[in-house]
């Protein structure tokens, strides 16, 4: 299964999640992919994927996380022993999003979003400083990411997997040309276009 987690303020219209479920669709493997709209709060976000990935096997389970979605992931992959693919992931949310406590909207919808003081905190609770087995991470970064440090993510994934790209953005618009090599570290056999 692929648990995809989206970043912050964002959701499943993102279009990286939108290109993996669409050729997860075209393999004919829906029912293997999940991507759920995540809560406000970290902790809240963080029992929601362990739920969706309760009951499947480690081995069996990868989870790509975008921006905010990485940091969780990294959280996840650790604490269930999994795969974790990560686009652009956040390193150090604490001090990223202290200046976006307030309310806001998300970005694909005008869905009110409110980021709360507490949830810096629940932010901090998932911090894993250094990752215990890097065969298990696949990183994308790319140096022109305008919001996050790339140098930040290289040295918190050393030993990793790694696919730096040179420009693009935060939300690497080039990311249909790195969707087979995800999938592939996902374990989807026909992860080529």
């Not at 081995?59 to 652009?88: K, P």
């Not at 696949?138 to 790339?150: E, K, Q, R």
């Not at 040309?177 to 374990?187: R, T």
Request: charged share 20%; glycine share 6%; aromatic share 8%.
């Amino acid at each position: 299964m692929i648990l995809y987690l989206h970043g912050f303020r964002s959701s499943p219209l993102s279009m990286k999640a939108r290109l993996m479920a669409g050729r997860m669709d075209a393999l004919g493997l829906s029912a293997q992919w999940r991507c759920p709209q995540l809560p406000a709060s970290p902790k809240l976000a963080i029992e929601l994927a362990l739920a969706l990935a309760a009951a499947v096997p480690a081995d069996e389970l990868c989870i790509v996380g975008s921006s905010l979605g990485g940091y969780y992931a990294t959280w996840l992959a650790e604490r269930l022993a999994c795969r974790a693919v990560l686009l652009n992931p956040a390193i150090k949310p604490l001090q990223d999003l202290d200046k976006h406590v307030g309310v806001t909207t998300q970005f694909h919808s005008d869905a009110p979003f409110e980021f709360k003081r507490e949830y810096i905190d629940e932010l901090r609770a998932l911090a894993v400083p250094r990752i215990t087995e890097p065969q298990r991470y696949f990183l994308i970064a790319a140096t022109g990411d305008a919001v996050l440090d790339y140098r930040d993510m290289v040295a918190h994934y050393a030993g990793a997997r790694q696919q730096v790209i040179q420009g693009s953005d935060h939300g690497i618009a080039e990311f249909a040309d790195y969707l087979a090599p995800v999938l592939a570290f996902c374990g989807v056999a026909d992860g080529a276009r």
